[in-house]
Nanobody, 125 residues
Framework: VQLQASGGGLVQAGGSLRLSCAASDGTFSSYGMGWFRQGLGKEREYVSAISYSGSTTDYSDSVKGRFTISRDNAKKTVYLQMNTLKPEDTAVYYC???????????????????WGQGTQVTVSS
């Protein structure tokens, strides 16, 4: 499975961006998906996850209320709408496919089996 993340860029604090992650595999709709991020010199951090159907979502406390995860299984794409961005949101953002079908994704990166290449998000103050 190949994942192609896009949509990153430079934005001022308070602004918005929408990240996309397109999958190459036809079984996309059977797997939960997650977004993670890694700031410069920091450890990878869980951001959000969505169930295979899109009916259930989860967010880290640091982004809850500002970010929204969604998916379009027909397009094999998962999205991360990021609003009210803060400088501390600056990071490379990665999408990932959960290891087991039809299970809700966890928050640990080790539980994911395929990763996208990452897209840089930079928020200026």
């Amino acid at each position: 499975v190949q994942l192609q993340a896009s949509g990153g860029g430079l934005v001022q604090a308070g602004g918005s961006l929408r990240l996309s992650c397109a999958a190459s595999d036809g079984t996309f709709s059977s797997y939960g998906m997650g977004w993670f991020r890694q700031g410069l010199g920091k450890e990878r951090e869980y951001v959000s996850a969505i169930s295979y159907s899109g009916s259930t979502t989860d967010y880290s406390d640091s982004v809850k209320g500002r970010f929204t995860i969604s998916r379009d299984n027909a397009k094999k794409t998962v999205y991360l709408q990021m609003n009210t961005l803060k400088p501390e949101d600056t990071a490379v953002y990665y999408c990932a496919v959960y290891r087991s079908p039809f299970r809700f994704p966890g928050q640990r990166g080790a539980e994911y089996k395929y990763w996208g290449q990452g897209t840089q998000v930079t928020v200026s103050s």
